[in-house]
C-alpha cells in the first residue's frame, strides 16, 4: 500500500543512502507482516527486522539509532501514509547543515504558556515546542541518546507510547536540541487515499491527538521530567 510513498522519496533530488523499513514481529502484537515482492527490488531499502517488541510510532526511528551511529549521519523519519515533493529532503538537508544542533519538521506545534492549548507553527525556520512526526523529520545522530530514550519510553504507561511527537521532542528539548519548521520551496505533503480511512490510525484513537498530548503533559509535569514548555530550566526553548 505504501509504494507511493517509498516512490515519492526515490524521486527526491537528493537520494538517500538507506531507507529504513522497520518491522517488529507483529504488529501491535498481533498481526504478522509481509513483505511486498517489489521491496526487494530497490538496493537502498533495508528490512530492519531486529526488534522483537513493537513500540508504536516510535518505531520509524528507534531501531534506527543502533543502525546509524556516526554522530553526523541525517535521519529523515517519514509516516507510510505521507507522499513528499522532489525538494523535501533538500530543503531539510540545506537546513540541519546550517543549523547542525536543531531538528526540523515541516509542520510544528507549540504548547500556550497559559492554557496548555496546542497551537499550530508553519513557515521556513519558525521555533516551535513539537516535532509534528507525518510532516516528516530531520535529525542528526548526535542529537539523541538512544539508552535514555529508550528508558523514557518503557517508563510510560502504554497509553503514552503512541505519543511520538510529544516523546522524540521531549527527549530533544532535555538535550538541549532546538525544533523548528522548514517550508518546502515547492510542492507540499500529499495523503494516500487510506490516510483518512486506516482504521488503525492514531489520530483516532481514545480522545483523540489532543486530548493525549495534553495528558502526557501533565504526567511529565507532575514527574519533573517535563522540557517543552518550562522556560526556568537550562535547556530553554529558542
Known sequence: LFRPVVESILAQSIKPEAIYLNLPDKFRGQATYSIPDWLPGH???RSNRAVKEDWGPIMKLLPVLSRET???????TIDDDVIF?????????????????????????????????IL?????????????????CCYR?????????????????????????????NHLASRGVRRATVQFPSGRLEFTEWSDNDPHA?????????????????????????????????????
Not at 96 to 113: D, L, N
Not at 226 to 237: A, Q
Request: with cysteine; net charge positive.
Open 120 to 136: 499550530p507553527v508553519r513557515g521556513h525556520l519558525k521555533a516551535c515546542h513539537g516535532l509534528q512526526g507525518f510532516s516528516g
Open 141 to 169: 545522530r548526535a542529537h539523541f541518546d538512544e539508552a535514555a530514550l529508550k528508558i523514557a519510553v518503557r517508563e510510560l504507561p502504554k497509553e503514552f507510547q503512541i505519543n511520538d511527537d510529544i516523546i522524540l521532542s
Open 43 to 45: 538496493a537502498c531499502i
Open 70 to 76: 556516526d554522530p553526523d549521519t541525517i535521519i529523515l
Open 202 to 238: 492514531l489520530k483516532s484513537a481514545g480522545p483523540g491527538t489532543h486530548a493525549r498530548y495534553q495528558q502526557i503533559r501533565k504526567y511529565l509535569q507532575a514527574r519533573n521530567r517535563w522540557h517543552l514548555t518550562d522556560r526556568s530550566r537550562r535547556n530553554k526553548e529558542p
Open 85 to 117: 515533493p522532489p525538494e523535501a529532503l533538500t530543503s531539510f538537508v540545506e537546513a540541519t547543515r546550517r543549523q547542525p544542533a536543531t531538528a526540523f519538521c515541516s509542520m510544528g506545534f507549540r504548547f500556550a504558556e497559559d492554557t496548555g492549548h
